[in-house]
């Protein structure tokens, strides 16, 4: 059995997992929520779920490795869900996370294209790391592009 129903049934068993104390797969279990969520079969409610337990795990006290991986699919679910500013927002106060997941952060926040988004990509223009100006300024640019009022006609 393939579609929405299988693949919500296996991003549960992942979940499992995931809860389980001693698994040495966690980082592979989002690993493979990631590439579900990379199919499109979920239905958007389905999906808004999963990312909404992603973005916890990738705000928690957890490794590098699990926070990554949690980054990492929701990256993922930016290009077949549309994803609502809502549920990504709490990533826009993670201020003190590594460069690198900043760069997930920014880029997921940058294709939601919802205007309160702006403000908070903004602010990391000014961040000390190149690469975290770099994902803020393609981000900013990816806003602005998706406000676009112009573009509405074009489309």
């Given at each position: 059995?393939?579609?929405p129903k299988s693949s919500m049934a296996w991003i549960e068993s992942a979940w499992q997992e995931l809860d389980a104390p001693d698994t040495g797969r966690r980082d592979g279990c989002l690993e493979a929520v990631g590439d579900v969520l990379e199919t499109g079969l979920l239905a958007q409610d389905d999906a808004?779920?999963?990312v909404e337990r992603l973005v916890a795990v990738a705000?928690?006290?957890e490794s590098y490795a699990l926070r990554e991986s949690?980054?990492?699919?929701?990256c993922t679910a930016t290009t077949p869900y549309g994803l609502p500013?809502?549920?990504v927002a709490p990533?826009?106060?993670a201020d003190g996370m590594e460069p690198i997941l900043l760069e997930y952060v920014l880029g997921v926040l940058g294709s939601t294209g919802d205007r309160a988004a702006?403000?908070?990509?903004e602010r990391f223009l000014r961040h000390p790391h190149p690469g975290v100006r770099r994902e803020a300024a393609d981000a900013v640019g990816e806003l602005r592009w998706r406000l676009d009022p112009a573009r509405e006609g074009t489309a």
């Open positions: 059995m393939t579609g808004v779920r999963v705000l928690s006290g949690a980054l990492h699919a929701v500013y809502r549920v990533l826009a106060a702006l403000p908070a990509v």
